[in-house]
Nanobody, 130 residues
Framework: QVQVEESGGGLVQAGGSLRLSCTVS???????????MGWFRQFQGKEREGVAC????????YYEDSVKGRFTISRDDAKNTAYLQMNSLEPEDTAIYYC????????????????????WGQGTQVTVSS
């Protein structure tokens, strides 16, 4: 069973940076590069929203409009790990961040498509103070 685990959340001041990591394990059938990797976030009382996705080649990426130019998604297939580098953080970025893996390697047609993903992590809290 594929397992996804996030790390790297925490408390940071506005304008600061954090790097989230997402490690995938339990790849009994297939390999990490069979999966597209996505990052979502959930604000308190809101639905989960897509933040970024990277396809299996690492070439195709997309970002939610509010994070473009500030967040960067990447992957290291040798480490079975995806990353979300978050710079110029704002208090409005405060949320629980989730990582998800989509077998087949393609990002979904729209960013908030949670059903596209096969495995999810438990989430990591990111808090940005003003």
């Amino acid at each position: 069973q594929v397992q996804v685990e996030e790390s790297g959340g925490g408390l940071v001041q506005a304008g600061g940076s954090l790097r989230l990591s997402c490690t995938v394990s339990g790849l009994t059938f297939g390999a990490f590069d069979d999966y597209a990797m996505g990052w979502f976030r959930q604000f308190q009382g809101k639905e989960r929203e897509g933040v970024a996705c990277i396809n299996w080649t690492g070439i195709s990426k997309y970002y939610e409009d509010s994070v473009k130019g500030r967040f960067t998604i990447s992957r290291d297939d040798a480490k079975n790990t995806a990353y979300l580098q978050m710079n110029s953080l704002e208090p409005e970025d405060t949320a629980i961040y989730y990582c998800a893996a989509a077998h087949g390697g393609a990002c979904p047609g729209y960013s908030d498509d949670t059903a596209h993903y096969d495995a999810w992590g438990q989430g990591t809290q990111v808090t940005v103070s003003s």
